[in-house]
C-alpha cells in the first residue's frame, strides 16, 4: 500500500520570508499524481499545486512551488513571500495510478506566520 | 464553483445513538467521498462510491456504512456511536475519470461522542 509522510507536524516563518515543506511517499507505480491541499482554520480544504509523476518539470502556482524528486520519491513544497492568509494545515496527498482515484493523505504540516 | 455542503458543523450524540452525516454536491460528480480527520492522524479514507448505489470500502470502515441512492448525496452512517469515532468528518468529491483533477471538499462536520 502507498504511504505518505510528512516528518514536520509544525513549521513557522516570518511573514515574506520562505518556507519549505517536506513530504515523502512509498510507492512502487511509474506514474501517479500528487497533490498538496491546504486546510485554514476553520475553512474547507482546497487545492494548492498538483503534480503528475511522468511531467519532469516542477509545478508552480504563483507563490508555491513544489520540488518533485521522483527517485527519492519526494514532494515537497516551497511557499515564497509568505503572508498571514497562507497559516494553515498543509497535507500530501498521493493518487494512485488509473482507475483507483482515491487519495491516500500524510498527516499534514501545521504552518504558522510569523507577523 | 463546486459546492460541497455537509448537513452539520458540530454535533453531539450519545454512545449508541445511529448517527447519520449527509453530504451534497452540486457538480454533478461521479466520486463521492467520507475521511476522518484525527490530530497527528492526518485524513484516512473510510468509505468511497464511484456511482449511484455503488460503494467501496476505504481504509477505515469498521463501524461505519454509508448510502448513495441519489448522484448528488452521499450519507455517512454510525450504526452504533462509539467514543472513539468523536472526530472531523470530511467529504469531497470529485468527477471521474480525470486523474489530475482534484477532489473538492466539505466544510466538515466535527462529530462528539459522550
Known amino acids: 500500500a502507498q504511504t505518505v509522510t510528512q516528518s514536520q507536524p509544525e513549521m513557522s516563518v516570518q511573514e515574506a520570508e520562505t518556507v519549505t515543506l517536506s513530504c515523502t511517499y512509498d510507492t512502487s507505480e511509474s506514474d501517479y499524481y500528487l497533490f498538496w491541499y491546504k486546510q485554514p482554520p476553520s475553512r474547507q480544504m482546497i487545492l494548492v499545486i498538483r503534480?503528475?509523476?511522468?511531467?519532469?518539470q516542477n509545478a508552480t502556482e504563483n507563490r508555491f512551488s513544489v520540488n518533485f524528486q521522483k527517485a527519492a520519491k519526494s514532494f515537497s513544497l516551497k511557499i515564497s513571500d509568505s503572508q498571514l492568509g497562507d497559516a494553515a494545515m498543509y497535507f500530501c496527498?498521493?493518487?494512485?495510478?488509473?482507475?483507483?482515484?482515491?487519495?491516500?493523505f500524510g498527516t499534514g504540516t501545521r504552518l504558522t506566520i510569523i507577523p | 464553483d463546486v459546492k460541497v455542503t455537509q448537513s452539520s458543523r458540530y454535533l453531539v450524540k450519545r454512545t449508541g445513538e445511529k448517527v447519520f452525516l449527509e453530504c451534497v454536491q452540486d457538480m454533478d460528480h461521479e466520486n463521492m467521498f467520507w475521511y476522518r480527520q484525527d490530530p497527528g492522524l492526518g485524513l484516512r479514507l473510510i468509505y468511497f462510491s464511484y456511482d449511484v448505489k455503488m460503494k467501496e470500502k476505504g481504509d477505515i470502515p469498521e463501524g461505519y456504512s454509508v448510502s448513495r441512492e441519489k448522484k448528488e448525496r452521499f450519507s455517512l452512517i454510525l450504526e452504533s456511536a462509539s467514543t472513539n469515532q468523536t472526530s472531523m468528518y470530511l467529504c469531497?468529491?470529485?468527477?471521474?475519470?480525470?486523474?489530475?483533477?482534484?477532489?473538492?471538499f466539505g466544510p466538515g462536520t466535527r462529530l462528539t461522542v459522550t
Open positions: 469531497a468529491s470529485s468527477p471521474q475519470g480525470a486523474l489530475d483533477d482534484e477532489q473538492y
Open positions: 496527498a498521493y493518487r494512485s495510478p488509473p482507475g483507483v482515484e482515491k487519495l491516500t
Open positions: 503534480q503528475e509523476a511522468y511531467k519532469q
